[in-house]
């Protein structure tokens, strides 16, 4: 099918049960809007086909995957459709002694974490709820979560997607070897492009070996500038923390971490032998000036940043707001006096990705207040990009902040791949 031959809108939305089965579309408001209809699919060609059958119809198309972080996006400007992928759920090839595998887009995390837990190995992704988000939502809204520090993100990590495209076709990139790179713009493209160009149906992975061992160091301090001052001793030391941040008064009290004051986060990840050491080491070098310290154990370790990553996401939040500035790690204390300053008691929570340079921000207040606070970090850094936020205060802003230079070229892309605005319309970076 091709999107060429003009469809009536109630006739397509009619026709659309041939591909998959309706489901509530109450479940899938986002920014408050209601689709006309919601449809489950479970293969990749009916995927395709539901497309084509949009763009003929003009149509707006969400792909939902959990739903977990349908807050990151402007308000859509059109939606008709909630495309629901979990039903696309297979593990489609798994070669551990490779490293290697392919895995449909609506596979949870939790069950792709199963699987590679079977043979040691693992993707290094930190989720609050892995349980619920899909392997296309992570791919979509591009994942870098505090690990990142230490592995890399997930976008060195993919070698291969398929992605279905608004003219009813399946396109791929890159394949199941490693050192394929013959689709590598395909993928770059698609990670993080929210779904604006096409619909992601598989994503193949390279996978890494599970650590031994895990621990987390916490060093508590009087301030922030000790805090950070410790943080960038750490960063430029021969010691490989996989993680370090520093977290604010409000989120130490939050996760309920038995510490007063700035806390920095630190985790070591490897053959046990060598994380004791690696702890002991960070413990000692960073907690020259830190009033209290302790160390996690594995099991403490993984709950922690699990707690701490539902601090950092792009969940829907009611009276909040939560954004992400991103910033030099030599300028991030500056940047968060500045925050600070700012916000006063708004300031619901600050955490300082020391390994990648990043500020996530929580903001509680009116909407007034909120929006307040979002023209005055809009500009702050070197990008800020609002994660979520309630949708009285998206309207009339770009959640995506200032625009790359690229963003013409970004333009093409959508005029190229999406000519009829199908897929997430309005919702990405210039409400493209
Ligand atoms: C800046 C940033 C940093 C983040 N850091 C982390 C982190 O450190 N750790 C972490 O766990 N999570 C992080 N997340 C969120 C992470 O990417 C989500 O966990 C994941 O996107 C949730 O998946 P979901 O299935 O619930 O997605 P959904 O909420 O269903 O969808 C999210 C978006 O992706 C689109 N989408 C969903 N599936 C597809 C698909 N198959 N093809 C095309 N588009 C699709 C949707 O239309 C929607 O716009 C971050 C997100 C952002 C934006």
């Known amino acids: 099918m091709t ?3 003009r469809l009536e809108p109630e006739i397509a939305l009619e026709r659309l049960a041939t591909f998959g089965v309706y489901q509530d579309p109450s479940a899938f408001a986002v920014d408050g809007v209601v689709p006309r209809v919601a449809l489950a699919v479970s293969s990749p060609e009916a995927v395709a086909e539901v497309l084509a059958v949009c763009a003929a119809a003009e149509l707006g198309v969400i792909p939902w995957g959990g739903g977990g972080q349908m807050g990151l996006g402007n308000v859509p400007e059109r939606y008709d459709v909630a495309l629901d992928l979990r039903g696309l759920s297979r593990i489609v090839q798994y070669e551990p002694a490779d490293l290697t595998i392919a895995v449909q887009a609506g596979r949870t995390l939790a069950d792709l974490e199963e699987a590679l837990a079977a043979n040691g190995q693992m993707l290094p992704i930190d989720a609050a709820e892995p349980e619920r988000i899909t392997v296309g939502g992570l791919v979509a809204t591009g994942l870098g979560c505090p690990r990142r520090f230490g592995h890399g993100s997930l976008r060195d990590l993919i070698i291969g997607i398929t992605v279905a495209l608004p003219d009813g076709t399946l396109a791929k990139g890159g394949g199941i070897v490693v050192k394929n790179v013959s689709g590598y713009d395909m993928m ?13 149906v598989q994503a193949n992975f390279k996978v890494l070996p599970a650590p031994e061992a895990q621990r987390s160091v916490l060093l508590a301090f009087a301030d922030a500038a000790a805090a950070a001052e410790a943080a960038l001793t750490l960063r430029g030391s021969q010691l490989a923390p996989t993680a370090l941040v520093v977290l604010a008064p409000p989120v130490v009290r939050q996760l309920d971490l038995g510490m007063t004051g700035w806390v920095l986060a630190a985790r070591c990840e490897g053959p046990e032998a060598a994380v004791i050491r690696q702890a002991d080491r960070l413990r000692e070098s ?6 209290e310290a302790d160390v996690l154990d594995r099991e403490q370790t993984i ?7 539902s601090l950092l996401d792009a969940r829907p939040q009611r009276d909040r707001l939560r954004l992400r500035i991103g910033e030099r790690p030599s300028r991030l204390s500056e940047l968060a006096g500045h925050v600070v300053t700012e ?3 708004a300031l619901a929570g600050l955490v300082l990705d020391y390994g990648s340079g990043l500020a996530y921000v929580t903001v509680s207040g009116t909407v007034d207040a909120l929006r307040l606070a979002w023209d005055k970090l809009a500009e702050v850094g070197q990008h800020a990009v609002l994660l979520a936020a309630p949708a009285a205060v998206k309207v009339g802003t770009d959640v995506f902040g200032r625009h790359p230079d690229g963003i013409a070229v970004m333009r093409r892309l959508k005029e190229t791949f999406d000519p009829d605005r199908v897929l997430n319309r309005g919702r990405f970076i210039a409400h493209l």
């Open 343 to 345: 916000l006063g008691s």
């Open 286 to 291: 960073g907690g020259i000036a830190a009033r």
């Open 188 to 200: 770059r493209l698609h990670f993080g492009a929210l779904g604006a160009l096409g619909v992601i």
């Open 3 to 5: 999107g060429t031959t």
């Open 303 to 309: 709950a922690f940043w699990r707690a701490l990553q």
